[in-house]
């Protein structure tokens, strides 16, 4: 299940005004002075911006003074969010607005339940014995660490772009999930999807006359998977490709592409100037993944 966020911070907000409703009154029940307090606060918003600002931290601290005198303390008439950093918004920071920890928890939890992030495929997931040799072990483990390293690294690696390319079959997922996944554990926000499956969402952004390019070139750290598999779709494949790989690379944010296609076949399917932004040497570590299928003996270990 999808968790509606907005709606689900919404009714956090409401709670919190609701229970102050409340406090509020049982203290004007104890002593009139608190709602007298009260309604020279609701007066405030008619002054001028300057003087309505001194009159309300005057009329705060004899509210604290007040709630004192009855052993109460002093935060008791301000409203009580249950995550007092982004005050159950979800978001923190202005003008440019980031999610709040809560929100960034809430959404792993939200992919773990809906299967988006596989608890297998993690770094601690990672198993030597799936290899059938020796030489593709060896080849895996090194993988494995160059690939832990970038996830430690981010927000920022020293290459923030990866390319994982390689035959069907030989762990490059895995890898790319192991590193959202240790993504998402550090806090950082993260995008994990197919080109298939982003390709669905861009289109369905411009039909819904939504501009869905931003999630994808702002994200700070997306995990493109089965690039190459997805259709092109005139006018919308390449161009939006394109826009995303184009903006990350030039604010040198960290992405991850996954796939089956070399630098060579990338260039064939996109074009010079997509493919340039993605394998661009100068900030991208290409990994090849060779050896035999894995996928055979990964059954056998489930
Ligand atoms: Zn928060």
Redesign the pocket.
């Known amino acids: 299940m999808k968790t509606d966020f907005e709606a689900y911070y919404a009714d956090l907000r409401r709670k919190a005004v609701r229970q102050l409703e409340t406090r509020r009154q049982e203290c004007a029940a104890m002593d009139p002075a608190f709602a007298a307090l009260q309604a020279k606060r609701s007066r405030v918003f008619l002054m001028p911006a300057q003087g309505a600002k001194l009159t309300l931290s005057t009329l705060r601290m004899e509210e604290e003074a007040l709630l004192k005198r009855y052993g109460l303390p002093k935060d008791y008439l301000l409203p009580a969010y249950s995550?007092p950093?982004?005050q159950?918004?979800?978001y923190?920071g202005s003008p440019i607005k980031k999610k709040?920890?809560?929100?960034l928890k809430l959404e792993q939890q939200d992919l773990v339940e809906a299967g988006r992030i596989n608890e297998r495929e993690t770094f601690s997931g990672f198993r030597e014995d799936i290899y059938p040799d020796e030489a593709s072990r060896k080849e895996g483990k090194t993988i494995c660490v160059l690939c832990q390293r970038f996830a430690d690294a981010l927000p920022a690696p020293k290459y923030p772009q990866l390319l994982l390319f390689g035959q069907a079959g030989r762990g490059k997922s895995f890898m790319g999930n192991a590193i959202a996944a240790r993504a998402i554990e550090r806090g950082i926000d993260t995008l994990r999807l197919t080109a298939y499956r982003m390709t669905e969402e861009v289109m369905n952004g411009f039909s819904n006359n939504a501009s869905p390019l931003p999630r994808f070139t702002q994200v700070p750290l997306l995990v493109l998977d089965d690039l190459g598999t997805e259709p092109l779709i005139p006018n919308v494949t390449k161009e939006s490709l394109f826009a995303i790989a184009d903006q990350r690379n030039t604010s040198r944010l960290a992405t991850v592409y996954i796939s089956n296609l070399n630098a060579d076949e990338l260039t064939e399917r996109y074009g010079e100037r997509i493919a340039s932004r993605i394998t661009d040497a100068s900030i991208t570590k290409a990994i090849r993944f060779t050896g035999d299928s894995l996928r055979g003996s990964k059954e056998k270990n489930r």
């Open positions: 995550c950093l982004c159950d918004t979800g923190v709040c920890a809560c929100r």
